[in-house]
């Protein structure tokens, strides 16, 4: 899934503190995918007969009591299917995942880890990509890109937090693309890291387009034995096909390895029902799943929030003990970022340096539960004071408005509109005016130039696709 707009905190953030947690993890289609591997003593994943406790019994040990943390709870591994602490106690880890660490590599640092460990996350995924613009395995400074990945599986180690490896197989489809770099890559990784109490190896993001769970399998059983050689029981995660949508795929054809576990990634917007049935109907069934990056935003990484939909999948998640990253830990001007792109901060965050991604994602770490999605018509948010009156296209043009959502942060009310033009789709130069009932700031916008004067925003377009604002009263 891909991402592209950021917008300011529109969910009051939870206050200070490491209070207990309570949330998710994000994502887009601009990731890595890391490989795994197996040995001769690896085993397949434990059915549903041999699970030793149930989803619910699960969730219970993993969501009560202390949150997971390395120092306390050590190692993880997968037993009977589930992720479990040196222990054997069962665990649920929820955190973030970075943005790719070529482009965005400035957020990975001790403060800023230590920042998002005191919202309560205990896991981070270090997406390092492996095709797009200056990916490892097409022109990235691989040398700069492993020294990242050290300093930030230190970092998170400095910060309490668990760290995931991520070889963010996206544009390259099929994991088979790059399998020469990617078995020298995870041979070095299980070296460098097969010491570290904290690392989670995941060896291949989101496979897509054709690419079936035959092909990621066969990767999988090539990649894994080289990380088991060095690296025998760390846990490690392997994408499913269709942008990580089908771990009943690779349920129904598990790997050889015990201490694998299948990933899912969702966006809460596009992703609901049907999507939620499989991974409750997956995990029921005995598999090992593991949320490595999702979203409240749709799959595009922009357009509005949903928070209905996210309530519900991080309450399925916490039913049945499944653990989550959120995407991501960037200023990118797109919705799923946690950071408004005018930030140039990398820590010290304060609220109002938040995207409404980036606020969603503190309150529910920090074990609020913000769910609150306006009406369209507006009804029960106490915000129908503040009104778009009129929208006019500039030259003749047929421009119209759409209120997705409203709700009210702080007694301030938010409005997300979606602009559509229906007369010259292919129309370029576009602008057009919003008359409000009341002097307007502009919170986010997207695909668009926008600017506020008094209580009239003025709009120019060079495309007609995905084009929105969200405004509030100045």
């Known amino acids: 899934m891909k991402k592209s707009i950021t917008r300011r905190a529109f969910v009051a953030a939870a206050a200070t503190g490491t209070a207990a947690i309570a949330a998710g993890c994000a994502k887009s289609q601009e990731e890595t995918a890391a490989p795994a591997a197996e040995t001769a003593e690896s085993q397949a994943p434990a ?22 943390r390395p120092s306390a709870n050590g190692r993880l591994t ?62 990235g400074d691989q040398a700069a890109l492993r020294d990242l990945l050290v300093r930030g599986v230190k970092y998170a180690a400095d910060a309490d937090m668990y760290c995931i490896v991520d070889w963010h197989v996206l544009q390259d489809l099929d994991p088979n693309v790059y399998i020469d770099q990617a078995k020298e890559f995870w041979a070095w990784a299980s070296s460098e890291f097969a010491d570290a109490t904290n690392v989670i190896y995941e060896i291949c993001n989101e496979p897509n387009g054709s690419t079936t769970w035959a092909d990621v399998k066969s990767y999988a059983e090539v990649i894994l034995p080289i990380i088991r050689a060095n690296d025998a029981s760390a846990v490690v995660l392997v994408g499913t096909p269709n942008w990580s949508q089908h771990p009943d795929q690779a349920a129904a054809d598990p790997l050889a390895d015990e201490h694998v576990m299948y990933t899912l990634h969702f966006y809460a917007a596009t992703h609901k029902d049907d999507l939620r049935a499989t991974l409750r109907s997956t995990v029921d069934g005995g598999a090992p799943v593991f949320v490595s990056e999702y979203g409240i935003c749709d799959a595009s990484g922009n357009g509005g929030l949903d928070l209905e939909s996210a309530a519900a999948w991080v309450n399925l998640m916490d039913e049945l003990g499944v653990s989550c990253c959120c995407w991501s830990l960037c200023n990118k001007a797109e919705s799923a970022s946690f950071i408004a792109s005018s930030c140039e901060k990398t820590s010290g965050f304060e609220d109002g340096d938040l995207t409404s991604s980036g606020a969603w994602l503190k309150a529910m770490l920090s074990g609020e539960t913000p769910t609150e999605v306006a009406r369209p018509d507006g009804s029960g948010t106490g915000v129908g004071t503040f009104t778009l009156e009129s929208i006019t296209g500039n030259d003749g043009l047929d421009v119209s408005a759409n209120l997705r959502q409203r709700w009210e942060t702080n007694g301030t009310p938010y409005l997300l509109y979606d602009i559509t ?25 997207w695909n668009c130039t926008i600017a506020a004067d008094g209580a009239t925003v003025h709009i120019t377009g060079a495309g007609t696709s995905d084009v929105g604002l969200i405004v509030y009263p100045a």
Not at 108 to 117: D, G, I, M, P
Not at 426 to 442: E, G, P, R
Request: proline share 1%; charged share 10%; aromatic share 10%.
């Open 47 to 68: 059915t549903t007969s041999e699970a030793a406790s149930s989803p619910a019994e699960t969730a219970s040990a993993a969501s009560t009591g202390a949150v997971a």
């Open 421 to 445: 033009v229906t007369s010259g789709t292919t129309q370029s130069n576009w602008s057009c005016d919003l008359v409000f009932s009341a002097n307007v700031a502009i919170s986010e916008s």
């Open 78 to 139: 997968v037993q009977n299917a589930r992720l479990v602490d040196a222990s054997g106690n069962n665990v649920q880890l929820k955190g973030f995942s970075t943005h790719g660490i070529a482009w965005f590599g400035q957020y990975v640092n001790a403060e800023c880890f230590a920042e998002l460990s005191g919202w309560g996350a205990n896991v981070a995924r270090l997406a390092m990509y492996t095709h797009e613009n200056d990916g490892y395995c097409s022109g």
